[in-house]
């Protein structure tokens, strides 16, 4: 039983002097230090391995579905806009080939557990696509039917009515996620993405009459053109939407990276004094509703299965954030797709040609990845642990891995001493606990543990960590 850390102190003062640039640590080591020599021969000798453990673990897929009907200007994923459904159909041509590839890896009672629909805009694909991509999916994998499975999608309700909700409750989604970002048509304008309360409405509604077990919203603060005022009104409206989770994401400006950023004017983002007035609304609203703050940008209903399993002590993190199902080994299919088997990450081609092109050759579309050594297994339970419960047994960690923990982790311990100092944790000879003043700052405090940033400066890839 892990205690949860209830309660949660905002020092504005403390976070503008610790903000800066991070990992999210959805993994470790982060997809940085993905290389080239991790290909296919790697992913299979991962799988066999993982086949072979004494528990097989159950499967999550994930399926990357990069087509979008218009640009959203502060997106930083992998898609591809286009309405020309003719390039869909040529993905999903290849995406079958992929499962047909990738499947045979692994035992076929491994029950695929999880599934998550990710994008760009899963929604670009009409019902009768989805369902025969679902359906090869199902004659390639072990799918479940009852209540144990958690198979969600991403939706842009501004192409899904409430009809093709209930037609994905029919194919099997339990699960669906709404992003919003913001309410305000200043702001809306400024990232090009309209979109009603009414409209978002009648897609959570829709799930909920059709069965869905769970309805969650993305917001984004640090937008351009948002206000105090106006992101409090869009939190009221989400509020009353009543959803089981809520998302609020740091917006991270990177042009350089993201093209579609360019059409953003520095001028128009929040101050950073503006940037964390409204992280604390956001909060303060929520928590006010009855959220429980679960962890860096993610919020749920105290009855909600994601507060359940962190009270529980078995919640984790994914390249989906917080996830339920941490023991599962995670399948990533279609273009950038990352894959978590056994002790390796491995990410497909994150291009449409280099992906295509593995495929039509009968190959693995597998282009980077990473084979974990002991070392990173060991910082990778630390991280995970204080990101997700806030404390951390330093005796039964040691156990568990044949090491003195002081010894081992001397150094972190040296640069936790500064924090502990600023009260954002608290150390004793027995364990290390994440302070209510420490919680917004977690991702600070992790990066303690990460034996690849070193002494210097994090790489400018990395997004703000407030």
């Keep these: 039983m892990s205690p949860i850390l209830d309660t949660l102190e905002f020092d504005a003062d403390l976070i503008s002097r610790y903000d800066g640039t991070g990992p999210r640590y959805t993994s470790y080591p982060t997809a940085l230090q993905f290389h080239g020599g991790f290909g296919e021969a790697q992913l299979r000798l991962a799988a066999k391995a993982s086949n072979e453990d004494p528990i097989p673990r159950p499967l999550s897929l994930y399926v990357h579905v990069p087509f979008c009907f218009s640009p959203c200007f502060y997106c930083g994923c992998n898609r591809v806009i286009t309405r020309d459904m003719a390039k869909a159909d040529r993905y999903l041509e290849q995406l079958y080939r992929e499962a047909s590839l990738v499947a045979p890896l692994f035992d076929r009672d491994r029950p695929v557990r999880q599934l998550h629909f990710g994008g760009g805009t899963p929604n670009f694909l009409d019902i009768r696509r989805m369902a025969e991509l679902m359906d090869s999916l199902a004659r390639h994998f072990s799918f479940l039917r009852g209540d144990e499975r958690e198979y969600g999608i991403e939706l842009d309700p501004r192409f899904a009515d409430a009809g093709y909700v209930r037609a994905l409750g029919r194919l099997g989604f339990n699960r669906v996620s709404v992003g919003i970002q913001d309410f305000d048509p200043q702001v809306q304008q400024a990232v090009n993405r309209v979109q009603s309360e009414a409209q978002t409405r009648k897609v959570i509604e829709a799930a909920r009459d059709a069965g869905f077990g769970s309805a969650s919203v993305d917001l984004i603060y640090g937008l351009p053109r948002q206000s105090i005022d106006g992101f409090r009104r869009t939190l009221q409206q989400v509020i009353e939407l009543d959803p089981d989770r809520v998302a609020v994401y740091g917006y991270a400006h990177l042009p350089a990276l993201f093209k579609a950023q360019n059409q953003i004017k520095a001028t128009d983002l929040p101050d950073p004094a503006t940037r964390l007035g409204l992280l604390r609304t956001a909060l303060e609203m929520l928590t006010a509703a009855g959220y429980i703050y679960i962890g860096m940008d993610h919020f749920a209903r105290a009855n909600d299965e994601l507060a359940r399993v962190q009270q529980a002590g078995s919640l984790q993190r994914n390249f989906q954030g917080y996830s339920t199902h941490g023991g599962c080994d995670i399948v990533g299919l279609g273009v950038s797709a990352i894959s978590r088997v056994g002790d390796s990450y491995s990410q497909n081609a994150r291009d449409l040609v280099g992906y295509y092109a593995a495929l ?31 404390w951390l047994d330093k005796a039964a960690f040691g156990e568990r891995h044949r090491l003195l923990f002081d010894v081992y982790f001397a150094e972190v311990l040296e640069r936790l001493a500064a924090m502990e100092q600023d009260g954002l944790v608290r150390m004793d000879p027995h364990q290390i606990r994440v302070t209510p003043r420490g919680r917004m700052l977690s991702r600070i405090i992790a990066m303690c543990f990460d034996a690849y940033l070193g002494g210097a400066q994090p790489a400018q890839r990395y997004s703000r960590t407030i």
């Excluded at 050759?361 to 990101?387: C, F, H, S, T, Y």
């Design 360 to 390: 039509d050759g009968g190959r693995l579309p597998v282009a980077r990845g990473i084979a974990l050594g002991e070392d990173d297994l060991i910082r990778r339970e630390a991280i995970n642990q204080l990101m997700c419960h806030g």
